[in-house]
């Protein structure tokens, strides 16, 4: 019996197989694996991307444990979708937040606050690791570099009205997207990570809007934080591109840990456990 | 010459034309014309309700000042585009909010505060009108219909995750939708109007999670139209869906006036003062 691990989102997979001793025998990677837009599609590269990792080491997929931490996972109907496309001779489909929690935890108690162009957190307690927030750009994503992106952007429309204070950084946005008309246009084509991409504008400055809303990013996730630690004092992990921003501006209420791993590394883990516990 | 005024939309355009005294000698209606979504479709649906409007009266398209308030109209590049696609003698479009607020207003000065699926603000003083806020359902529309009820599912989604208190109306619509999965799927489809269509069930509930958001919505429209004031005491016309409920909850603060005329009256209006103006 071998294992395969995989990490699955809206731009990639990786994956990694390894044998019963967790010796990795090979590495690969494919396209997009997010459940939530395209099942086939995910289907499609994450087999092409274990192809790869299986290399000309004999082993077939159909041989094959796997754990798949994919985007979407979360998402009951899709994921029973795409295990009815996989060969593997076990799948646990699980969010790819699951795997990244497991991956940067270790066995260990924790919490992980992934907060890049979205946002999502997780507790592992006991070797149960859950889910919280996210829930995507629209209605979620709170603290996320999207959403500050997003945020920036209406305070400049509003600043433009005379709603809210005009700022150097705002009157620099309006002029640079060509007023609220171009901020509009911007809105109606423009994906999450276009508006995740003004968010380190917003934490290298000391403009006062951008300082307004890290401000309540800040106080939303340390909100979210506390509530997760429920009292305790669970080494909190960083991750995603805004990590190390939030892991210096909430240094002092919690821990804080490095990463053990990342996704790749918690979904092999948790496909190895899973064979020692069946 | 004759007079053509149109209010268009994403969901139809009605039009109305008449002699140099303001007699009405047609009406016509027609498909949507939106021209930040499809410039083409809009110029053909305006033609339509023209046609239709001009009926057997023998006065020719080409014959009209036409005033056009249309959904998009503040967008400059649409505007341009679409006046190369019509036929009348002299063509002025504005934003429907522009017509809508000379139509509930007349010409006096006022304030309109527009709160259906979306929201949009418009101050006329002396003549001139000038349009605020609004902006879309992604980074606008505050007070709307569709962002509060946005907001109220995001807030169910916390409540779930235990990050907000669970109240009975947000666990009413996290059994209704299928809980978060479902919420989400949900947002991944809908149109502004399918959440707007939440909005009746807060402002006619009593539920502590619908009084805080609407507590928030009235206050962030009575900042917006205590700006729009400016010291004075306009009177302001409330519309749209959420207009009466705004205008109970606001009252003592200014004059509360009822509109008019529509959004038709209004471009017809204006078309036949551009005229007498030339």
């Known amino acids: ?27 690969g990677q494919g396209g997009p694996a997010n459940i939530n837009t395209d099942v086939e599609q995910a289907a499609e590269n994450i087999l092409a991307a274990t192809r790869q990792a299986l290399g000309n080491s ?11 931490g994919l985007a979407g996972g979360a998402m009951g109907a899709a994921r029973a979708r795409l295990g009815g496309l996989l060969p593997f001779a076990r799948t646990l489909i699980v969010n790819d937040a699951v795997t990244a929690t497991r991956g940067a935890l270790g066995p260990g108690d924790g919490i992980v606050a992934a907060l890049g162009t979205g946002s999502v957190f997780a507790v592992q307690r006991g070797g149960i690791i859950r889910q919280f927030g996210g829930r995507g750009f629209l209605m979620g994503d709170e603290g996320s570099a999207a959403v500050l992106g997003r945020c920036l952007l209406a305070q400049a429309m509003r600043a433009a009205d005379g ?9 620099d946005i309006l002029t640079e997207f060509g007023g609220i008309e171009g901020i509009i246009g911007f809105g109606n084509r423009a994906l999450p990570a276009e508006f995740g991409a003004l968010a380190p504008r917003m934490t290298g400055s000391d403009d006062p809007a951008a300082r307004q809303l890290l401000d309540d990013a800040a106080d939303h996730v340390a909100h979210v934080l506390t509530v997760l630690q429920d009292g ?21 209420h919690w821990p804080i840990a490095a990463p053990l791993g990342n996704g790749v590394d918690g ?7 899973s064979e020692e516990a069946s």
Request: proline residues 7%.
């Open 232 to 252: 305790g004092a669970l080494p909190v992990v960083f991750q995603g591109g805004l990590g190390p921003w939030y892991a210096r501006r909430l240094a002092g």
């Open 58 to 68: 004999g082993v077939a997929p159909e041989g094959l444990v796997a754990v798949l």
């Open 267 to 273: 979904a092999l883990e948790m496909a190895r456990q």
């Open 1 to 27: 019996m071998h294992f395969l691990g995989m990490d699955g989102g809206g731009t990639g997979c990786r994956a990694a197989v390894s044998d019963r001793t967790g010796r990795i025998i090979g590495r």
């Open 163 to 171: 709603f809210a204070p005009m700022t150097p950084l705002l009157a």
